[in-house]
């Protein structure tokens, strides 16, 4: 892992000593709310509606334990007891005091953590694949670059002010598990002519105005990586719609200017900035790999003994393929039944800690789907694992099932909320599980948002759910057949919405639709995209 | 009537005008009137409350209601932990929200 020099530990510790300073005298009345709000944002502190709410950056998913341990003492410390790891693989606290902030930050700096640029319109969080260093199928470890491209865009003077957010993400693989083409820009690190490069693929996003991120470029070789990310940005910064909040994305200006005027623009851009140094030294590159080394990996058992049919399950489930075939990456899942999903308490946060201290060479990931991994298990260890997380209630076997979903925080939480998100996601999960259908169901992507600005992912669910105000009372749209995957596609809307009770009966007659035409061995997505929406919606409407 | 909300400055909670002052509970919400904006830019200008506004409620046998959803769910806590509300013994609480 990633481990600051003095320099980051300067930054981090300088940024909290200005945010105390900042508070205190938003607290003594020496600056407004409007002189306030931006300082704070800066720092992920928002204001929620039952309290301020804290968004922790952890760069790229990837934590220690001891930064686990961490974040659990800050939740019983200064919250209630508990935090929401979130689609950004981030964490955020509901009820935060403006009084605690600086001393909230002061911890997590002790444990090389912050929350700099977790808001505003700015270069946010990282995102990359949770078994990245771990998986299989990766060319190389993308978290090298992802790490080069925190330290550029931390405090870059240039991309302070964008005309709206910027979310970037690095993976290495055919598989994309971390929404890639879902991003500002997305990065895939690829191979040609033996050669390690990256592949840009810009304008993506969710929110108001779904995108998925064309092509722009197929390969950047590495010492031009850096240097080709800047031209996309300094075109977008120069005509970003910053008159428009709604159309200030990145994804807009691809869409209005067409993918290949804006790829003429960046390459023009690129070409007049290669000389300018702009570029870190190749050197700089080769200094971070060695922090994302592989740990010592050893010999052993390559499989499991299943006469436990509960753990042979979780198993199948929750865990993935390693490089070395000793191993396995463990998903530890935040969605029990009826939970909350993407909730977990301070005591689960340490009991995960613990484990990846235990058996992950300390290490451990947060997925987008709001679970946590600890990427380097020995197979042998996976019993004694599992029956810790079982007797910590962190045992669900469900990875990828409907009761697997995202679900934002919505009204329950969220000043901009038009219906609440959680309570569907706790009822589907309990109704699917009593019925014992989740099993038959198989993978199925159930994705739930509390208003348009989507951070549920609802375009990119097989099956999604939006929260919409109808008149002052909630209701909700469905939409069929999206994909954050390498197959990625954007969810339709069914028709009109339905009530609470009627969604949850919706969610159920669309699976009876995927059951009653599954051919083979397909998933609820490949159904839809062969029989298409029509017999979707006579089952709804008719 | 018209009520006067917001969330105190140093701990972020949702507070309600009383007349005279700002409490946790919305029962104890005053009907402003037309004096809404005064006594919020007073307030605000005071740094007793954090970002107020002006609501819509009715007042019922059971208490002050406000018009939205979304300040009921600020009046009681979230309706997915009971036990964080502002009335954890009384989870049917809830049932007034919605
Ligand atoms: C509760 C406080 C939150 C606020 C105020 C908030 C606000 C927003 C807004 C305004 C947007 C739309 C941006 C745009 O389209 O220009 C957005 C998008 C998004 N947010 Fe949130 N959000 C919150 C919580 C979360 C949480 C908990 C997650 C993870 C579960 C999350 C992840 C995302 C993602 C993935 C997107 C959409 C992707 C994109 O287009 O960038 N946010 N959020
Ligand atoms: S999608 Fe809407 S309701 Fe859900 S967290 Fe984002 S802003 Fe809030």
Request: net charge negative; with cysteine; proline share 4%.
């Amino acid at each position: 892992m990633y481990k600051y020099d003095n320099y980051d530990q300067q930054m981090v510790d300088a940024r909290v000593e200005e945010f105390r300073d900042q508070a205190r005298r938003r607290l003594e009345g020496k600056l407004t709310e409007d002189q306030f709000k931006p300082l704070r944002l800066m720092n992920g502190l928002y204001l929620q509606l039952h309290a301020y709410m804290l968004r922790v950056a952890i760069p790229y998913g990837t934590l220690n334990g001891e930064q686990m341990t961490a974040l659990a003492n800050i939740a019983d410390k200064y919250d209630r007891g508990y935090g929401h790891f979130t689609t950004r693989q981030n964490l955020q606290y509901n009820w935060i005091k403006l009084e605690d902030a600086a001393d909230i930050l002061a911890d997590l700096a002790k444990v090389e953590m912050h929350a700099i640029q977790t808001s505003g319109n700015c270069i946010r969080n990282i995102s990359s694949d949770h078994f990245a260093g771990a998986a299989q199928d990766e060319l190389v470890d993308p978290r090298p670059y992802a790490e080069l491209l925190r330290q550029w865009s931390s405090f870059h003077p240039e991309f302070t002010y964008l005309p709206r957010k910027f979310k970037i993400c690095v993976i290495a693989s055919e598989k994309d598990r971390a929404a890639m083409r879902l991003h500002d820009i997305g990065i895939q690190i690829v191979q040609q002519d033996g050669e390690i490069g990256a592949r840009f693929f810009v304008g993506g996003g969710m929110g108001r105005t779904p995108m998925i991120a064309p092509m722009i470029r197929d390969f950047v070789p590495l010492d031009q990586l850096i240097t080709y990310a800047e031209a996309c940005l300094r075109v977008y910064n120069r005509y970003g719609r910053r008159d428009n909040k709604y159309k200030a994305r990145i994804k807009i200006l691809v869409h209005e200017l067409g993918k290949d005027e804006y790829t003429r623009q960046v390459e023009e851009e690129f070409a007049h900035m290669l000389d300018q140094g702009v570029e870190p030294p190749r050197e700089e590159l080769e200094r971070l790999k060695p922090f994302f080394a592989d740990p010592t990996f050893e010999d052993g058992a390559k499989t499991v003994d299943r006469s436990d049919p509960d753990f042979a399950l979780w198993v199948d489930r929750n865990t993935h393929r390693h490089k070395n075939d000793a191993y396995v990456s463990a998903v530890i899942s935040l969605k029990p039944v009826a939970g909350i999903p993407g909730d977990a308490t301070g005591d689960q946060m340490r009991v995960m800690a613990n484990l990846a201290q235990q058996y992950s060479f300390d290490e451990l990931r947060i997925m987008h789907t709001q679970n946590v991994v600890l990427p380097h298990v020995k197979i042998a260890d996976l019993h004694a694992l599992w029956t810790q997380l079982d007797a910590a209630d962190l045992g669900a076997p469900n990875m990828d099932t409907i009761e697997d979903m995202i679900a934002c925080p919505g009204l329950d939480y969220c000043a901009l909320a038009n219906a609440r998100s959680i309570p569907l996601a706790q009822r589907i999960s309990e109704k699917f599980d009593a019925s014992g259908k989740t099993e038959k169901l198989g993978e199925l992507k159930l994705k739930i948002s509390g208003c348009i600005n989507a951070c549920g992912h609802h375009h990119a669910g097989h099956i999604g759910i939006l929260g919409v105000d109808k008149k002052g009372v909630e209701n909700y749209q469905l939409s069929l057949g999206g994909s954050e995957a390498e197959d990625v596609s954007l969810a339709k809307i069914t028709g009109p919405g339905f009530t609470e009770d009627g969604v949850i009966e919706a969610v159920e007659t669309v699976t009876d639709v995927y059951l009653a035409q599954k051919q083979g061995e397909e998933r609820f997505l490949d159904t839809y995209r062969r029989i298409g929406m029509a017999p979707f919606k006579e089952a709804l409407y008719d | 009537m018209k009520v006067l909300t917001g969330n105190d400055l140093k701990t972020g909670d949702v507070t309600w005008w009383t007349g005279t002052s700002w409490s946790r509970d919305v029962n104890d919400a005053a009907d402003v009137g037309e004096r809404g904006a005064e006594i919020l830019a007073r307030e605000e200008a005071a740094r007793r409350v954090n970002v107020p506004y002006l609501i819509e409620a009715e007042r019922t046998e059971n208490g002050v209601r406000p018009a939205h959803i979304k300040d009921r769910v600020r009046a009681v806590g979230p309706t997915v932990r009971p036990d964080l509300t502002l009335n954890p013994q009384n989870p049917e609480a809830l049932d007034w929200v919605i």
